[in-house]
């Protein structure tokens, strides 16, 4: 008998006593998380991990699904979250109606995945995740991934065996178009799909949500040093809503009128009509175009290069080239940076995910290197967080 064994009825105990209010950063809270996830594959038996992920994780999506279908996680939080039986909770489309046997089939499997908590045979009790899934931003990850990126993952291997298993380099004839038999851009097609396009809005500001401010990664005080004080001090370029311009401008508020953020014009209407931020200044333009602001400090994009094959992207970077001014602007790129080793699944599903719907890539330090320098572009540093799953890579034109 080890010493482990001697205490391994404490060991559940000494768990069950850790949650997300244990830590007092994220950095502490995420490496504990590593750590508990590849505990867990170390306890398992080969068996029970292709179980859990074959079987247990896909029935969860469906689970979730039907749990929002239902309208369960709005009517769990009823009556200060007291518990509700399979019959309270059921009730889909206008009528309300439905079959408590079939819901409760599902509400198990999400008691049986530590999402629900049971407070007795048939009786369910909220969760903070449960709580979590009535906001936009977390149900639309699971509508996103019922009607999109599951599908696409699962197209993948089908699809790379079809072109010999090498690297799409095509959006228009990728594994999007492999899945909807149509050359349409999976952009394209959330345009022609409002809903959709609510959808994916809502799951990029969950996304946003989770990985870090470009701020808490980038000293962004480095701007200000040598500002000429003349030309824009920040081109937000594909900046939707404008929210990292608007952290920029409340860490710098001397900024206020020298902050531009750039977006299709769809996108930037609903920006100004939705909630305009006093000292941002909007503006429409295509990123395949020439860049209309010339002698900015600073032009920074966000998640934009990751979803454009290689070309289409050196594409985006010489438009901007012309508009910098050499030896004063600066590039800066906030993407994920693949580390050379121990890449974190946050990481590699989202570089898979950018293969499954755009023929794209997530990068490496090596792979922007030489990605930035046959553009025109030279790096300067690349700016790393613990706390962060991005970093931001700071580039200027190559001489």
Known sequence: MTALDAKAHQIPEVL??????????????????????????RLETPMETMWDVTYN?????????????????????????????????????????????????FLRHLKAMNVLEEAGPDQWVPTRHTRSLRQPE????????????????????????????????????????????????????????????????????????QRGSWLEIF???????????????????????GHDAAKFLQKHPQAAGRLVFQDQKQVVEAATQRAPIYGLKPMVHDFFTPQPVQGAR?????????????????????NLKSAMKPGYSRLLINEIIIPPKDAQAYQ????????????????????????????????????HSWAAFEGVIEADLDS
């Open 298 to 318: 600073a032009y920074f994009m966000h998640n934009i290069l990751h979803d454009w094959p290689a070309d289409e992207g050196r594409d985006i970077l010489r």
């Open 138 to 209: 977390i149900f639309a990850a699971v509508n996103y991934a019922s009607d999109v990126s599951v599908k696409a993952f699962m197209a993948l291997p089908a699809f790379l065996r079809q072109i010999g298993y090498q690297e799409p380099q095509s959006q228009l004839s990728g594994n999007w178009q492999y899945l909807t038999g149509s050359r349409e851009k999976h952009f394209d097609y959330l345009a022609r799909h409002p809903s959709q396009q609510q959808t994916f809005s809502n799951l990029m500001m969950g996304y946003a949500s």
């Open 348 to 383: 590699t599903s989202v570089d898979l995910m950018m293969m499954s719907l755009f023929s794209s890539r997530e990068r490496s330090e090596h792979d922007w290197s030489i990605f930035l320098k046959s553009a025109g572009f030279r790096v300067v540093k690349f700016w």
């Open 16 to 41: 069950n006593g850790i949650d997300f209010d244990s830590f007092g950063d994220a950095a502490s809270r995420r490496k504990c998380l590593d750590a508990a996830k590849a505990l867990i594959r």
């Open 57 to 105: 994780y896909p029935a969860l999506y469906s689970s979730l699904k039907a749990g929002l279908d239902h309208d369960i996680y709005q009517k769990l939080d009823e009556d200060g979250g007291k518990p509700k039986s399979s019959e309270q909770l059921v009730g889909y489309g206008p009528d309300k109606s439905g079959d408590p046997m079939l819901l409760r089939r």
């Open 219 to 241: 000293p962004s005080e480095s701007l200000l040093d040598g500002d000429c004080n003349e030309a824009p001090l920040l081109v937000d370029i594909g900046g939707a809503m």
